[in-house]
């Protein structure tokens, strides 16, 4: 007996993305275009250039998705097509779920409306199932930054979230200011490599108390720095205590979430947990404190279409949307607790 298979596509913000999992979320194939090249020129996604390009890359990129699970656009073998639905921009949005709708349609096959941050909490499932429930996840992406408590999938709890910059926001925009271009992660990341982490000591903001995050502070610290030295900084050294004040507040902040829950694992999920300072310190943290620490392969943190995929196996017995779905480029996650 063939195993069940689902499509799906991302394309909420600049990486049109399109997978075939299997139920038991085996990966059959992951295929990601990402649009850096068009975006680096202007320092940051345009949305317009971003909606223009999904257009131009989706079939060719849903094709070899399904080309390399050994189905055909005609005969795709697969029993419905799971779409993120938001948030994200909205031009982008709307390239991916129309053509999931039509294809949906016309191969007769259940749609699956999927949240793109649900699809974050999913990734560490697709390559380590055994993740012990209840558990928290540090979601750390370009636009958000959430602390949950997952009793079990789509089961969450929000603990925290940030009050102000998202994580991946405040290293796009420290970045950006350092003149490391787009995307501003990655950047920083590689050269926090060559710096001293205690140049400087940058604050670590703990928003008060409670769960709560907060990046601005820190961000308007490493300017103010950099102008104190009329620009004569060693960037790499600035990159890497930025890096380790950010590292610091996300670890210190999740264990001490893992302490109030008595949750038996940290999950990392969301861009920013490519980061190679973050994944070290946590996994760290959590051996000190005798907990699992799951941490998605690095293809799995960043935007693709398998973890859109493992969310939508757990929708797909519950909804069958119609083809009146929306796009929501706000979509809230379905959570006990107040929004961040
Ligand atoms: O999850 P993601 O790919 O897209 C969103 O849903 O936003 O996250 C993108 C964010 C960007 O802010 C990017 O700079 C950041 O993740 N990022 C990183 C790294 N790789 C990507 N931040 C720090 N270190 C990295 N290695
Ligand atoms: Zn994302």
Redesign the pocket.
Known sequence: MTARRLLAIES??D?TAAAVVDEDLTVVSSVVSSQIDLHAAFGGVVPEVAGRAHVELLEPVVAQAIEMAGGTMTEPGIVGVAVTRGP?LIGSLLVGLSGAKAMAWAWGVPLIGIN??EG?LFAAQLEAPQVPHPHVTLL?????TMLLLVKGPGDYELLGGTIDD????A??KV?RYLGLGY????????LAGTGDPAAYRFPRSMAKDGLDLSFSGLKTSVVRAVDQAGGDVVVADVAASF?AAVTDVLVAKSMAAVDQTGARALVL????A???A?RAAAGAACEEAGIECFLPS?AM???NAAMIAAAGWHHLDHVGDGLELAADPSLHLELEGAQP
């Open positions: 909420s913000c990486e994200g793109h941050m974050h750390v992406s370009g636009g958000h998202a994580a991946g926001e290293y796009d970045a995307p501003g992660g990655p950047a920083i990341d590689r890096q999920g969301g861009g920013v490519a980061n190679s973050l690095l943190c960043t935007d």
